[in-house]
């Protein structure tokens, strides 16, 4: 079983449309959480850290059960401009602080 | 600004022959990571220095190597690249546990 799994999508939505990603991970030593952007042949962006009580930042909502070992990203009013793959990433500090990273989930936002 | 740097950003290399990609950064961070991407897939770690103390990952194979001479370059070394070694290779760094920051990449080419 891999340590982060992720729907690789793609998720393909019209504009102006809310989708949710989910991410579940198996090591309960994790510690933080994060969701990175990546762009075609870029490197991987920090989008949000994700905590226990959810975080807000503008049209992106992330969710962190820890009971569950589940992360979710909602993006409300998808723009073009959010086309891109979404990473799962949990940090494992007593590994000295080594980041898994899940394969990525795919979206593709169109007009 | 601060920014982590990667040279070169494309490099192209022959079955077998060493090849060394670079890196450094301005956000004086004493930590730095070395990652390999595949097509598709998550972000894999090589090894860190968290410091000059090397981390390696146990299952990085010994063709890859790392220099760290001083807080602000990191060198990867394949000693004899093969085919499956063609990949994105990222660098990253942080302070201590906190956010990583990565570096643009360099995709590498083995003919």
């Known amino acids: 079983r891999k340590e982060v799994e992720q729907d690789p999508g793609p998720f393909n939505v019209p504009e102006g449309a809310t989708v949710a990603f989910n991410c579940t991970y198996s090591?309960?030593?994790?510690?933080?959480f994060f969701w990175y952007r990546q762009d075609c042949r870029k490197e991987p962006k920090l989008l949000m850290s994700?905590?226990?009580s959810g975080n807000e930042d503008g049209r992106f909502t992330a969710q962190l059960n820890r009971a569950s070992q589940y992360i979710s990203l909602l993006i409300r009013d998808s723009k073009l401009s959010d086309s891109a793959t979404y990473l799962c990433?949990?940090?494992?500090?007593?590994?000295?602080?080594?980041?898994?990273f899940g394969a990525g989930t795919i979206l593709r936002v169109k007009s | 600004d601060a920014m982590v740097i990667q040279n070169p950003r494309y490099q192209v290399t022959q079955f077998g022959k060493p090849v060394t990609l670079s890196c450094s950064q301005t956000?004086?961070?004493?930590?730095m990571y070395w990652y390999q991407q595949k097509s598709s897939q998550a972000p894999k770690l090589l090894f860190h220095?968290?410091?000059?103390?090397?981390?390696n990952e146990a299952d990085t194979p010994d063709n890859f190597q790392s220099r760290r001479p001083n807080t602000s370059f990191c060198f990867l070394d394949i000693r004899s690249p093969g085919l499956g070694d063609a990949a994105m290779y990222l660098c990253?760094?942080?302070?201590?546990?906190?956010?990583?920051?990565f570096g643009p990449g360099t995709r590498l080419l083995v003919l």
């Open positions: 990433v949990v940090n494992i500090v007593k590994y000295g602080n080594k980041l898994v």
């Open positions: 994700v905590y226990s």
């Open positions: 090591n309960s030593a994790s510690q933080s």
């Open positions: 220095y968290y410091d000059k103390d090397f981390n």
């Open positions: 990253a760094t942080s302070r201590g546990p906190e956010t990583q920051y």
């Open positions: 956000l004086n961070h004493n930590v």
